[in-house]
């Protein structure tokens, strides 16, 4: 336990970094330099005013300069990602199975609100992790089965990492592709863009990390959740639903929280 609670700790310090990245990110400004500043004065944050989750609170939600109001995803980003690198270690242990994991979780998290707060989903969250996804295959084996089974038939059997890899690449491909000509087909029938290519490369970056039956599970759901719950913001809202954007990546992203909790917990060796 005492191993998950330090990865928690780690998780908030990552977390912090993450709402660094969902600011700047969308905006094409450095992750790096400068430092940490109140979007609303742009004065330097000091660092006692920069202690994730305390800070926030002690402040009372407000800049210590202008006294503008704080973002609530602050807390909520720098909390949401201990706690899902302290479950992924209090299961897994310090192993690079939950070292996966955990770096999953906070790209994903990146991911989600990156698209709730700007409709973009970063190359470096969803290119990086398609990158990350089939690296890692290597050393961190997807046993999904989907890919052996297909290159079995085929008569090209592999083993070990390379099967792996071609698990992590199957999983990537196949339903970023689906989604794709789905845009397609919608662009090509309405006229106008239905999904932009950041929810593909995302698919593929779920898909690189959890294989194909978990990027499939990952787009069912969010699809899903995307359309009851934009189907009733929409409606309580009464916004046009013709010409409102969804933030389809952060139900995708939700999903594959989801999917990765609940099965690994609940299934076990699927991944």
Same mark, same amino acid.
């Given at each position: ?78 909390? $949401?990602?201990?706690? #899902?690198?302290?479950?992924? %270690?209090?299961? *897994?242990?310090?192993? @690079?199975?939950? &070292?996966? !994991?955990? +770096? ?107 294989? $194909?039956?978990?990027? #499939?599970?990952?787009?069912? %759901?969010?699809? *899903?959740?995307?359309? @009851?719950?934009? &189907?009733? !913001?929409? +409606? ?36």
């Amino acid at each position: 336990m005492l191993e998950a609670a330090l990865a928690g700790l780690f998780g908030l310090l990552i977390g912090s970094f993450l709402n660094v990245c969902i600011y700047r990110m969308p905006r094409d400004l450095s992750v790096v330099r400068p430092r940490s500043f109140c979007p609303g004065c742009e004065k330097p944050i000091a660092w006692y005013d920069n202690i994730p989750l305390l800070s926030y609170f002690l402040l009372k939600r407000r800049c210590r300069y202008c006294q503008a109001q704080i973002p609530a995803r602050y807390p909520i980003v720098e909390a $949401l990602t201990a706690v #899902l690198f302290f479950f992924f %270690v209090a299961k *897994l242990g310090l192993t @690079l199975v939950a &070292l996966k !994991f955990c +770096l999953f979780s906070a790209l994903i998290v990146g991911m989600i609100f990156a698209d709730l707060e700007e409709r973009i989903l970063p190359d470096e969250f969803t290119i990086g992790g398609i990158v990350i996804g089939l690296g890692l295959s290597w050393i961190i084996p997807i046993e999904d089965g989907i890919a052996g089974f297909i290159l079995a038939i085929v008569g090209r059997p592999l083993t070990g990492p390379p099967l792996s890899l071609a698990e992590s690449a199957m999983g990537a491909f196949v339903p970023s592709s689906f989604l794709w000509l789905t845009g397609e087909l919608f662009y090509r029938l309405r006229h106008k863009e239905g999904l932009g290519f950041g929810d593909v490369k995302m698919v593929a970056a779920i898909g690189a990390f959890l294989g $194909l039956r978990g990027a #499939l599970m990952t787009l069912i %759901v969010g699809s *899903l959740l995307g359309s @009851l719950i934009g &189907l009733f !913001f929409i +409606l309580i809202t009464r916004k046009d639903h013709s010409s409102y954007e969804l933030p389809f990546g952060s139900f995708l992203g939700i999903a594959a929280l989801g999917v990765t909790l609940s099965w690994q917990q609940v299934f076990g060796g699927l991944f």
